[in-house]
Every structure is written in structure tokens, then in C-alpha cells.
């Protein structure tokens, strides 16, 4: 069976800083990965999605960014954090080469940028 | 206008009540569409998805209306379990939009 892990699960940060949150997934190959952030009772907003190796899609300008240098690696980050960077992170996958299907969360990293 | 509108909650119902949510969507090229629920401070899991002809699983029951663009969840017969926050999602050419979510919470 598939599983998502994603790390930290916490993260207290300076403003300025820099960030790097990792999510891999095991039991899958070439999944569809996403990044999300949720503010505090909010919907989610996508970030990034990638359908391979080094393919990356933003979908909000923004300090962040994200890499995939490995086929079930997936990783967020910033080089100098922000107030509003602050959120609950969740990446997700999804069966790769099916646009329709659903998707499925890791545990999620939650940043406060202080 | 937001793409995705859910009811905004929350709901509070005794156990053994019925409950209905409604979600509506402003893409009428939606292709796909699902309910996942969300319990505090933890991630999303799917709870089921939404098709044309409508399905169930259990005490849940999903409908979807392509003509008015809108998304049903009904919970027959709540639980204290059922205590959570209910999001609605659609899906376009595989990016996800997400409704802001229902806050449920069911008492004794």
C-alpha cells in the first residue's frame, strides 16, 4: 500500500530564515505530488504540483519554491521566510497520468514563522 | 466570486440527527468532484467521491447536479465521531480547488 510522510510535523521559525520541508511517498511510482497550504479555518491553497522528475508548476507567486530531485521526493522551500508563510503545509499524491482521480495527504508540516 | 462555496457553518446537531452540506462550483468544465473530511489539526482523508448518479456509502450518501453545479453530502444517523470539518473539492484538468470547508460538530 501506499504511504506519505512528511517532516517536520512542527516547525518554529525566525522571519528570514530559510525553510526546507520534505515529503516522500513509498509505494507508488511517478505519482502526481502536490504542495498545499492551509491558513487557519481556510480552505486549501495549492502551491506546486509536479508530474515528474524535476517537473515543477507554480501556481502562486511567492518567496517559496519547490524541487523534485527524486521520483517520490518532493521538497518546499524558501530562502527567507515571511509573517504570512506561517500555515499548515500538506503535500499529496496522486496516481500518476490520471487527472480525475483523488488525492491523498501526507500528515502535514505545521510552520509558525515568528 | 470563489470557485468552490460551501455552506459556512458550522453545524451543530444531536447525535442521530440527519445532516446535509451543499457545495457549489463555478466551473462548469469540472470533471471531477469528492467530499473529504478534515479533523482538527490533522490532514484531509478522503471520505468519498461524487458521481453523476449519485452513490453511498454507509450512512453517507453523495449527489452531484452538473445542470445547477452543485455538490450534496448527507450524513443520516450522526455520530460523535462524525465531529469534524467537511471540505469540498473539484477537480479540472487535475488541479484540485478546495471549498473552505462545513464545521460539524454532533453532541450527546
Known amino acids: 500500500s501506499q504511504t506519505i510522510h512528511q517532516w517536520p510535523a512542527t516547525l518554529v521559525q525566525p522571519v528570514g530564515s530559510p525553510l526546507s520541508l520534505e515529503c516522500t511517498v513509498e509505494?507508488?511510482?511517478?505519482?502526481?505530488l502536490y504542495w498545499y497550504r492551509q491558513a487557519a479555518g481556510r480552505g486549501l491553497q495549492l502551491l506546486f504540483y509536479?508530474?515528474?522528475?524535476?517537473?515543477i508548476s507554480s501556481e502562486v507567486p511567492q518567496n517559496l519554491s519547490a524541487s523534485r530531485p527524486q521520483d517520490r521526493q518532493f521538497i518546499l522551500s524558501s530562502k527567507k521566510l515571511l509573517l504570512s508563510d506561517s500555515g499548515f503545509y500538506l503535500c499529496?499524491?496522486?496516481?500518476?497520468?490520471?487527472?480525475?482521480?483523488?488525492?491523498?495527504f501526507g500528515p502535514g508540516t505545521r510552520l509558525t514563522v515568528l | 466570486r470563489k470557485e468552490v462555496e460551501q455552506d459556512p457553518g458550522p453545524f451543530n446537531v444531536p447525535e442521530g440527527a440527519t445532516v446535509a452540506f451543499n457545495c457549489t462550483y463555478s466551473n462548469s468544465a469540472s470533471q471531477s468532484f469528492f467530499w473529504y473530511r478534515q479533523d482538527c489539526r490533522k490532514e484531509p482523508k478522503l471520505l468519498m467521491s461524487?458521481?453523476?448518479s449519485g452513490n453511498e456509502d454507509g450512512r453517507f450518501t453523495a449527489q452531484l447536479n452538473r445542470a445547477s453545479q452543485y455538490i450534496s453530502l448527507l450524513i443520516r444517523d450522526s455520530k460523535l465521531s462524525d465531529s469534524a470539518t467537511y471540505l469540498c473539492v473539484v477537480r479540472v484538468r487535475g488541479k484540485s480547488t478546495f471549498g473552505d470547508g462545513t464545521t460539524l460538530t454532533v453532541k450527546p
Open positions: 461524487v458521481y453523476s
Open positions: 499529496a499524491w496522486s496516481v500518476p497520468g490520471a487527472l480525475y482521480n483523488e488525492q491523498f
Open positions: 509536479s508530474v515528474g522528475i524535476g517537473q
Open positions: 509505494g507508488t511510482s511517478n505519482p502526481n
